[in-house]
């Protein structure tokens, strides 16, 4: 397999024996190649911007900058890497700041490793990954309550902004849809659906999926 068709990752965690064991199970697959590794948020940030990796695993707790602090700077720097939060603890806050700094996962360290590999190709493809049931559940309190009361003057600018197209795409990703489903049930293509899905992010200035549905529902673009 070519290098370029490789996921390209980046591991940042303090503990040394987790970023072995990590990098272990990763380089032994086919289509994944850790290109780099940080013991704290600043090296995180930095080996990031160096390497423009695919998908980085980040830590929460770690010295030199928060996993959170660091995942935001990466997404802002890097629209197109995603971030899989890691902890040993399943807390909701995690998860809300966590989305609100831009990160597209939530995986606890104990979680299997065939379940961690499916999960990153998943997240490669472009899905979110809230595996565990705290993040569910701190995830459905966002899209059910919001993270703060809908501004109508935002919200009447960004229907403004968005074609009908890209309304009805929005409403498909707020019902989970994938790529492939918004194509087949509105007789586009894949890659128009993906050429909607990008200007969507875009006007709702959104880091990924994640982020363009929650600010949709906050803003009662949707339903």
Same mark, same amino acid.
């Given at each position: 397999m070519q290098t370029e068709k490789m996921i390209r990752i980046v591991l940042a965690d303090d503990q040394p024996f987790i970023r072995k064991g990590l990098r272990y199970i990763l380089d032994?697959?086919?289509?994944?190649? %850790? %290109?780099?590794? !940080?013991?704290?948020?600043e090296e995180a940030v930095d080996i990031a911007l160096r390497n423009v990796p695919d998908i980085v695993l980040m830590d929460i707790r770690m010295p030199g900058g928060t996993g959170i602090m660091a995942t935001k700077s990466?997404? =802002? !720097?890097?629209p197109d890497t995603k971030v899989v939060l890691l902890?040993?603890? *399943?807390?909701?806050?995690?998860?809300? *700041?966590g989305i609100r700094a831009g990160a597209s996962g939530y995986l606890l360290k104990?979680? $299997?490793?065939?379940?961690?590999?499916s999960g990153i190709r998943a997240m490669h493809r472009g899905a979110t990954l809230f595996n565990s049931s705290t993040a569910k559940r701190a995830l459905d309190q966002i899209l059910t309550s919001g993270m703060e009361e809908p501004d109508s003057s935002g919200k009447d600018r960004l229907l403004g902004a968005?074609? $009908?197209? =890209?309304? $009805?795409?929005l409403q498909l990703l707020a019902y989970?849809?994938?790529?492939?489903?918004?194509? !087949?049930i509105l007789c586009i293509s894949e890659g128009t659906t993906k050429t909607h899905i990008h200007h969507i992010m875009q006007k709702l200035e959104a880091q990924d999926r994640t982020q363009a549905v929650v600010t949709a529902i906050r803003m009662k673009l949707v339903k």
């Open positions: 032994i697959q086919k289509d994944m190649q %850790v %290109v780099g590794e !940080a013991s704290t948020g990466i997404v =802002e !720097a890097l902890t040993t603890f *399943d807390v909701e806050q995690y998860v809300f *700041d104990d979680t $299997e490793t065939d379940e961690l590999l968005l074609t $009908e197209r =890209e309304t $009805e795409v989970g849809k994938r790529n492939h489903e918004i194509s !087949a």
